[in-house]
Each structure stands twice: as structure tokens, then as C-alpha cells.
């Protein structure tokens, strides 16, 4: 690959070429996910000026309460999308059910599946947000899909990423060969190759989640967080807390750092919280392509049995011995 500067339009096209067979259309793909994430950002940069904080009101198919800037971020997604001539179906966490997009038709063979904005609950505080998509191929040549045709399972996916929206915007992705981060440089309104092939420490010393949450914990997920806590004589622990409220941000901390992300199962509610299709899959894959591990607690997340569009998942996610670890507290192999 030629030297600086190295634009995200560059690099597609780049990749593009190694790949005779390439129509074009995954590239054109990737620049719209740049459009939409820089759309968001400008938005979410002026959200105090413009009349987008606070809630709209609606609750969303999740029982959550619908910001008004997950709104706005979702219909910029389905804006950009919309008579692109590159997807036939669109997936969001925001939407209850997909949008089909006959005008792309048959033209547009990908899927998008998008958690618009995650993290919402920061975006009145000026704290770090997120975007995350997952890239399916829609094979059938005869009808638009169904909704049946984008419940797959996280290792069906052809890309996956997201854009971090923190003090820059990055956009983070891998197509299966790596993982590799854009920094979008606002001057020019470009992206650039500021992380190429992130690899994650197989180990790190912080770790991510709502400790608020701590008894509502099966034990085995109680005590190995205390285990973390606990002071080691060589110094690997304790471990450091960092929760953001936005997985996004926590993830991205972890790719290029180190540690885990946890959003466990409860007693009481053990498929968690977070969405498999929208958030676990997309994460898991850029997470196995640094190095790094996703899982339930008992199994990869990229081989859950996919089966509903918004099912929620257990997720433990971050570097290769921390996830192997916790995976053992919980399935009470460590005490
Ligand atoms: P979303 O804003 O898309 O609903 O996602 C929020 C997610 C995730 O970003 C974050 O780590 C977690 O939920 C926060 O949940 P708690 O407030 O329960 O900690
Ligand atoms: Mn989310
Ligand atoms: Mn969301």
C-alpha cells in the first residue's frame, strides 16, 4: 500500500483492485456507512443548538425510550440508504421491522443491519457515542428477502464495524482479512488510515460493566468480578474500572488497549441485554479479526443460533485470555 495519505475512498479502492471480481458495489457500500457516520457526527456535535437532546416521547421495539437523536440517526441511515442502489433491506435496532427496499432492487445484493446511535444515554452529557453495522449478502435473485433472510448467524456476516464518535470520529471495520480504523480528519472531511491491522493485547488490565447490576449476577459472574478487584502479587490485578455507558467506546478502548467488555446474563433476565444481530455479531466479528474473543459466557457469540430480529444476547467481549477466564468463572471451571 502507497504511504500517506491514506483516505478511506483510497484504501476501498485500493482493496477493490485484489479482488477481480469486485462489482464496485461493496466499495460503494463502505463510502455510504462514511457518509452516514459523518452526517451523525455533525449532528451530534451541534445536538445543543438544535433542538435533538432529551426524548421523544415513544418507546422503541426494545421497551427502551427513543431519543430523539436516535431517531434523527436512524433516519439518516435509512436517508443514505434509501435509493442508494446498493442494499435491498434494512435492519435497526430502531425499527420494529426491517424496510425493503424495492428501489434497489435487484441491483442491491447486501443487507444492512445498523444500531444507529448506541450509547444513548450519553447524549445529553456530551459523552462518547457509536454507530454499528453488520454487512450481510442477500443471495435470493427472484424477491426481495424476508425478514427470515436477515436473521443470520454472526459468522454469515461479509463485514461488520462501527464509527466511534468520541473526541474524533473513527470508523473501525474488517471484511474477514483484519481490522483496520479511520480517523476522519474534519478539515478536509476526509477519513484517514490512522490504526491499520489492530491486533489486541492478549491481555489487558481494565475491564467494562455496569457494576450496578452486580446482584441481579448468577455467582459465577459476581466472583469473578471480585476476582478482578482482588490484588495480585505480581501486579496483573486488580483491574482497573471503565464503563462509559456506550459499548462502543468501551469496545474500542479494549481493541486497542486491552480487557473486557461485560454485559452478562442476570438471574433474572439471563439473555441480557444487548442485541445480538445489532451489536454482539458486528463487535464479535472485528473483535475475533484483532484477536480478540466474544462470547455468552458458554459459547462464541458467532455461533449463537440466530432466531429472532431483535433477540438479546449475553455478551463478554475483549482480549483472548480475559474473555477465556471469565468464561471459566462462569461456567464454574474457576472459583
Ligand atoms: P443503546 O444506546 O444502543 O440502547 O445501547 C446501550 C447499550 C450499550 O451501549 C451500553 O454499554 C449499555 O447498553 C448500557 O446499559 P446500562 O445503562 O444498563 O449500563
Ligand atoms: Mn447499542
Ligand atoms: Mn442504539
Not at 448506541?118 to 427472484?142: C, H, W
Not at 491481555?203 to 468480578?225: E, F, I, L, M, S
Not at 445489532?278 to 484483532?290: D, F, I, R, S
Request: charged share 20%; proline share 5%; hydrophobic share 35%.
Amino acid at each position: 500500500m502507497p504511504s500517506f495519505p491514506i483516505t478511506l475512498t483510497r484504501y476501498i479502492l485500493h482493496e477493490q483492485a485484489s479482488h477481480p471480481e469486485a462489482t464496485g458495489e461493496f466499495s460503494a457500500l463502505m463510502a455510504q456507512i462514511g457518509l452516514a457516520g459523518k452526517m451523525v457526527a455533525h449532528d451530534l456535535r451541534r445536538a445543543g443548538l438544535i433542538n435533538v437532546l432529551g426524548v421523544t416521547g415513544a418507546t422503541n421495539v426494545q421497551g427502551e425510550a427513543v431519543k430523539k437523536l436516535d431517531e434523527l440517526a436512524n433516519e439518516t441511515f435509512v436517508r443514505v440508504f434509501q435509493f442508494s442502489g446498493l442494499v435491498c433491506a434494512l435492519a435497526s435496532e430502531e425499527m420494529e421491522q426491517p424496510l425493503y427496499l424495492p428501489e434497489n432492487w435487484p441491483r442491491g445484493k447486501y443487507m444492512l443491519l445498523v444500531d444507529p446511535l448506541d450509547g444513548s444515554s450519553n447524549t445529553d452529557v456530551n459523552m462518547p457515542l457509536g454507530t454499528i453495522f453488520s454487512i450481510l449478502r442477500y443471495e435470493g435473485r427472484d424477491k426481495l428477502p424476508s425478514e427470515g433472510d436477515l436473521i443470520r448467524g454472526g459468522r454469515e456476516q461479509v463485514a461488520a464495524g462501527y464509527l466511534s464518535y468520541g473526541t474524533s470520529t473513527v470508523l473501525v471495520f474488517t471484511v474477514g482479512q483484519g481490522v483496520h480504523g479511520f480517523t476522519l480528519d474534519p478539515g478536509v472531511g476526509e477519513y484517514v488510515l490512522s490504526h491499520e491491522h489492530i491486533t489486541m493485547p492478549a491481555r489487558g488490565k481494565q475491564y467494562a460493566a455496569n457494576d450496578g447490576n452486580y446482584h441481579k449476577w448468577p455467582a459465577g459472574t459476581r466472583r469473578y468480578v471480585d476476582w478482578l478487584k482482588e490484588t495480585d502479587k505480581t501486579g496483573a490485578r486488580p483491574y482497573s474500572a471503565r464503563y462509559s455507558g456506550c459499548l462502543v467506546g468501551d469496545v474500542h478502548r479494549m481493541l486497542l488497549g486491552g480487557g473486557l467488555y461485560l454485559y452478562p446474563g442476570e438471574t433474572n433476565k439471563p439473555e441480557g441485554k444487548l442485541r445480538l444481530l445489532y451489536e454482539a455479531n458486528p463487535l464479535g466479528m472485528v473483535v475475533e479479526q484483532a484477536g480478540g474473543l466474544a462470547s455468552t459466557g458458554t459459547a462464541s457469540i458467532l455461533d449463537v443460533k440466530a432466531t429472532t430480529l431483535h433477540q438479546r444476547v449475553p455478551l463478554i467481549i475483549g482480549s483472548r485470555d480475559d474473555v477465556q477466564e471469565a468464561e471459566a468463572f462462569i461456567q464454574g471451571r474457576r472459583t
